[in-house]
């Protein structure tokens, strides 16, 4: 578990590293605890970005915040200063599914069917919180890196 400081004090806790993605509203980043070197992604949204969309972010966190599942992210702690949000998240290692579709070409049938099974069984969990993703596209699906003998 994270220390309450790092709830508090996220550049404090944490070094932030490379930015591992971005969006319309936040990039997406390495980061490793300082204490332990444990690996998170934190999630860094401009609050400037979301005026008039400060629900977005507050729906984001409760979503997230009630969601324990092993094909879902899983959200560590949060933490808001007055020009940005902070999400501490997950680590997911080898990016998202656009990325590696672009950097493969294409995947064996075998593994794009594990795939769809992993896709389908977080959307029928999420489903079955009554939540809807609403955004379900290649770059929003993280891809876990394996090492395949």
Known sequence: PLHATCT???ERCFDIGRTVGDGNF???RECRRRDNGEAFAVKIVERSKLIGREHMMQNELSILD???HPRVVRL????HTHTHSYLVMEMV???DLFEA???RGKFPEE???LMVCDVSEALRYIHSKT???RDLKPENLLVRQCVCV
Do not use: K, P, Q
């Open 76 to 79: 560590f702690t949060h933490h």
């Open 66 to 68: 009630s969601l324990s």
């Open 101 to 103: 579709i672009a950097e």
């Open 93 to 95: 290692a080898g990016g």
């Open 111 to 113: 593994e794009a069917g």
């Open 26 to 28: 936040a990039v997406v």
């Open 131 to 133: 939540i809807v993703h």
């Open 8 to 10: 508090r004090d996220i």
